[in-house]
């Protein structure tokens, strides 16, 4: 998945960036950590934190009640929970339906953490269970850039109880993918560092997923292959380059630069995480895999991981505002669809946009049987939901799994960017010195911070979702569709921001009037 581009000075004028100094991410990351104070830490390689107090050297009190509150709870096993639901990659959560034999937990081992007085199997039967696996990881090199610092990845699995209050909470931790001797299930039973030590594996494990897959690979590098297709297929007077444009619109750009500075060999990334210096290229190979068509459709792929019934899980609102957002789009984009379509042949019969489908699937997704991308559309409902994939990745999936990072990464205990020793064999090792020497360093925690910190800021200008000044399109039939998709998002902020009143975490990750128009940052 790359393009025939180096550099961003190579790009077409048109898919470059206005100023390229707006994207330039040496420059803000070197502003990200001024504005962070944290420069004195910049080249403390191999210098260790003395306690988790330490960390709050760094960490800088920008107006932000989330980052806040993570750093007062995340200790707390309902945080843990809370951020499989809500946090920067709330992805990843499963309805367990049958304990993998990998995973040999028993009822013995977590009966205490069970409220409801049922055994573990009659509690996966009810549908209290949830599960995480970090499967993807197994195999991947950690960082090797340092030779003065040995850097460690693990592939844990995690069980998930919602309780009676409807709270979901960690109930056993294994560290790997291979049950055994040397392969202990944690426990919240276990002692207190041992169990925190197991939680902050899976922590850095989720941050590494939430980097290169779920951020990287299913936003922006997806979006870039609609976006090449875009243009080598569509031209500019045609309805679906008009529609597509405002949503695609300097995502070749970021990419580039992200490919140029951010993710290339010796780039910003090979300095912080675990996962550089080859190994997030490897995972992205191996989640090429499961990256399907269906598994970019919102609705589909929350059902898929038995999550959708909002009575089980009352308080998953990335699910709850995903919907509503999704419906929107979905609306809009039918509006658009059935003025220029007037009927299923008509879809049929535009050569354009089969050229342009069957590019996607022969070029992007390099004709992969398992991705299941469609080769040809024979319907304007087939049309109306591909676009609203495009769409709807490109907006609002990439404005839930990005804006969130200061919150949520901020604090270097809940989003460990690399661990510095390997994950515990056995119980009982762990104290304050072994998660302190774990977790990272002052230098990679401030190029960490610098990171989460840029990545989550806002561009200049921004153009939010229903926004489209540009206008590509001039018929009254399109504007009024415009009109009516903007009311709809006006509602969906409306709802959620009195959902969010008073909430020690509201959660606006999906929120319309914060979601940007396409991937540029």
């Known amino acids: ?25 040496v420059l803000n990351y070197s502003k990200a950590i001024e504005n962070l104070f944290v420069n004195q830490f910049m080249h403390m390689f191999q210098s260790s934190w003395s306690d988790f107090a330490d960390f709050e050297k760094i960490f800088v009190r920008i107006k932000n009640t989330i980052s806040e509150y993570v750093m007062q709870h995340w200790k707390e096993d309902f945080m ?29 081992m977590v009966s205490v953490s069970l409220e409801r007085e049922l055994t573990l ?34 592939a844990p699995i995690c069980l998930l109880y919602k309780n009676a209050r409807n709270k979901i909470l960690p109930i056993a ?68 380059y008009k529609l597509l444009m405002p949503h695609i619109r300097f995502t070749m750009a970021i990419n580039t630069k992200a490919r140029e500075q951010l993710i290339c060999e010796c780039g910003i990334f090979d300095k912080a995480n675990a996962t550089g210096g080859g190994g997030h290229v490897q995972m992205i190979q191996k989640a090429m895999k499961s990256l399907t068509f269906r598994s970019l459709c919102f609705p589909d792929i929350i059902k898929a991981r038995g999550v959708d019934d909002k009575k089980e899980l009352p308080t998953y ?34 050569e354009e946009i089969q050229a342009f489908i069957k590019d996607v699937c022969s070029f992007g997704m390099q004709d992969f049987d398992h991705c299941e991308f469609p080769k040809s559309l024979k319907s304007r409902e087939e ?16 404005a839930a799994v990005n804006f969130g990072q200061y919150d949520w990464c901020s604090w270097i205990p809940n989003a460990p960017s690399t661990m510095r020793r390997p994950p515990p064999n056995q119980k009982g090792l762990a104290d304050v010195n072994l998660i302190i020497e774990s977790l990272p360093d002052r230098g990679r925690s401030s190029w960490h911070l610098g990171a989460v910190w840029a990545l989550s800021q806002y561009q200049e200008g921004e153009l939010y979702l229903g926004m489209y000044p540009d206008e590509h399109f001039i018929e009254k039939p399109v504007k009024a569709a415009m009109e009516t998709f903007r009311k709809q998002l006006a509602e969906i902020s409306n709802s959620i921001k009195r959902r969010n009143d ?12 914060k979601i940007p128009n396409s991937v540029a940052v």
């Open 502 to 513: 008073g909430k020690k975490l509201p959660y606006y990750n999906m929120s319309p009037d």
């Open 317 to 350: 609102f990335y699910r709850d505002d995903g919907y509503k957002v999704w419906e929107a789009t979905k609306s809009f984009v039918s509006d658009v669809v059935h003025i220029y379509y007037t009927s299923d042949e008509t879809v049929q019969e535009d």
């Open 383 to 398: 049309l109306t939901e591909y676009l609203t994939v495009i769409v709807f990745t490109a907006s609002a999936q990439h």
């Open 173 to 240: 931790i294994q560290l790997g993918q291979t049950p055994g001797k040397d392969q202990p299930i944690f426990l919240p039973t276990d002692g207190q560092h041992d169990w925190m030590l197991a939680k902050i594996w899976v922590r850095s494990a989720d941050f590494q997923y939430h980097q290169t897959i779920t951020h990287l690979l299913r936003t922006h590098l997806i979006t870039e292959v609609f976006a090449v297709a875009v243009h080598r297929q569509l031209p500019a007077v045609h309805p679906v």
């Open 121 to 154: 199997e009659e509690e996966i039967e009810a549908g209290n269970i949830y599960i995480v696996d970090y499967e993807v990881l197994e195999g991947i090199s950690p960082n090797r850039t340092d030779p003065c610092t040995l850097q460690y990845l693990a």
């Open 1 to 25: 998945m790359s393009i025939d581009a180096d550099r961003h000075k190579d790009l077409p004028r048109d898919n470059q960036f206005d100023s390229e100094k707006g994207v330039d991410f």
């Open 80 to 108: 843990f929970g809370y951020q499989f639901l809500n946090g920067c990659n709330p992805v990843m959560i499963r309805k367990c339906t049958k304990l993998p034999d990998k995973f040999p937990v028993t009822d013995e």
